[in-house]
């Protein structure tokens, strides 16, 4: 699988962006999905993370209650809702595929995901 990530860019603290990340194949929606972000120096962190059929979702605290994961699998896209973005949000955002096909919940570990977008750069200036 290939995955797409797009939306990403500057904005101001306070403001939002939202992310999308578009898969090829027919199998997207046999898998749940994940966003993570990664700043220089540091380990890739999970976000967000959201079931295949979008049952169930799961944010780190960080961004609790200011993102919202979604997924349409007509289109094969998962998004990332960012609202109420802060300097601490800047990081290279990147989408990733669960490797348990119709797991039921949402895994936080990165070896738990095994398909990788490129990442798409989202900066907030304070």
């Known amino acids: 699988v290939q995955l797409q990530a797009s939306g990403g860019g500057l904005v101001q603290a306070g403001g939002s962006l939202r992310l999308a990340c578009v898969a090829s194949?027919?199998?997207?929606?046999?898998?749940?999905m994940g966003w993570f972000r990664q700043i220089p120096g540091k380990e890739r962190e999970f976000v967000a993370g959201i079931t295949w059929v979008g049952s169930s979702v799961y944010y780190s605290d960080s961004v609790k209650g200011r993102f919202t994961i979604s997924r349409d699998n007509t289109k094969n896209t998962v998004y990332l809702q960012m609202k109420s973005l802060k300097p601490e949000d800047t990081a290279v955002y990147y989408c990733?595929?669960?490797?348990?096909?119709?797991?039921?919940?949402?895994?936080?570990?990165?070896?738990?995901?095994?398909?990788w977008g490129q990442g798409t750069q989202v900066t907030v200036s304070s």
């Open positions: 990733a595929r669960d490797q348990v096909v119709y797991r039921t919940v949402v895994p936080v570990a990165r070896y738990e995901y095994n398909s």
């Open positions: 194949g027919r199998t997207f929606g046999s898998f749940g």
